[in-house]
């Protein structure tokens, strides 16, 4: 029984030479596409992921001004803002969270101050009856990656003032 010792006996045997195995570009498109693709897909994954976090983010500030902005057309209820937030986002996990508030404040350039209810501002008008409607989920990504969270919380608020 001969023994064979290697490759290169193989080549000897078939009469071709290291030089002519070394040249031959055959299959080069091959080899790359093997070792690009894993990459392309993995690449294409992060990038969805990061589009569909995105996308939570806007329905949660979507949902909390759908929630203020019943709030301006049928007035405080805290309940029915509730459910108007929630039925907005189509999120599964989406909560009116904190619940909605009523309160009366006076506008400023850093936001609404609190403010006692039919008092005056500094402006000179009276101080406004407000609703704020907050909106929450959680967001879990579509794989484990090593640096970056595997789970994120959007939270948003919108402020109406509705008298």
Known sequence: ???????GAVL????????????DRRGIAA????ILVPVL???????TDLGLAVYANMRVADSAEAGSGYAMLHGFDSTAIASAVTS????SGLAATPAPTQFCGCPG???????ICGS?????NSAGTYVRASATVVYHTLMTYPIIPSQYTFASNS???IK
């Open 12 to 23: 000897r045997r078939l009469g071709i030479s290291w030089n002519a195995v070394a040249k």
């Open 41 to 47: 897909i993995l690449m294409a994954v992060c990038t």
């Open 109 to 115: 350039s850093s936001g609404i101050t609190s403010a």
């Open 88 to 91: 907005a986002g189509n999120l």
């Open 159 to 161: 402020t109406v003032r």
């Open 1 to 7: 029984m001969r023994r064979i010792d290697g490759i």
């Open 120 to 124: 005056t501002c500094s402006g000179g």
């Open 31 to 34: 080899v790359e596409f093997a």
